[in-house]
C-alpha cells in the first residue's frame, strides 16, 4: 500500500496562491495516477487534477484549467498542485490520492489516500 502525505494547505484571500505538495512513500508501479482531489463541508468528494505517470498526461476539471497545475517533481515521488487565482468556492480539504493504471475521474476508483491538508480561501 502507498503511504501519502499532503502538505502545503492553509489561508489566503481571494485572489492568492497556495502550492500543495503530495508525498508518497514508495511506488510499486510503473503507470498509475495521482490525483488531487477535494471536498468541500456537505459535498462529495470531487477530482480537481490528476497526472498519469505512464503517459505524463494532465488532466484539470473546468473550475480548475488555466488557475491550478498539477506536476511531477524531478524525484517523481512527489507530486504538486500549484493553486492560482484561489476563489472562496475552492476552500475545501484537499486530498492526494493514486491508482494503479489510467486515471479517472471518480474517486472511488483510488484505492490509497492521503490524510488532507485544509485550503480556506476567504473573500
Known amino acids: 500500500q502507498v503511504q501519502l502525505v499532503e502538505s502545503g494547505g492553509g489561508s489566503v484571500q481571494a485572489g492568492g496562491s497556495l502550492r500543495l505538495s503530495c508525498a508518497a512513500s514508495?511506488?510499486?508501479?510503473?503507470?498509475?495516477?495521482m490525483g488531487w482531489f477535494r471536498q468541500a463541508p456537505g459535498k462529495e468528494r470531487e477530482a480537481v487534477a490528476l497526472?498519469?505517470?505512464?503517459?505524463?498526461?494532465?488532466y484539470y476539471t473546468t473550475s480548475a484549467k488555466g488557475r491550478f497545475t498539477i506536476s511531477q517533481d524531478n524525484a517523481k515521488n512527489t507530486v504538486n498542485l500549484q493553486m492560482n487565482s484561489l476563489r472562496p468556492e475552492d476552500t475545501a480539504m484537499y486530498y492526494c490520492?493514486?491508482?494503479?493504471?489510467?486515471?479517472?475521474?471518480?474517486?472511488?476508483?483510488?484505492?490509497?489516500w492521503g490524510q488532507g491538508t485544509q485550503v480556506t480561501v476567504s473573500s
Open positions: 490520492a493514486t491508482r494503479y493504471g489510467g486515471c479517472t475521474w471518480g474517486p472511488s476508483d483510488y484505492k490509497d
Open positions: 514508495i511506488y510499486t508501479y510503473s503507470s498509475y495516477c
Open positions: 497526472f498519469s505517470t505512464g503517459s505524463r498526461m494532465t
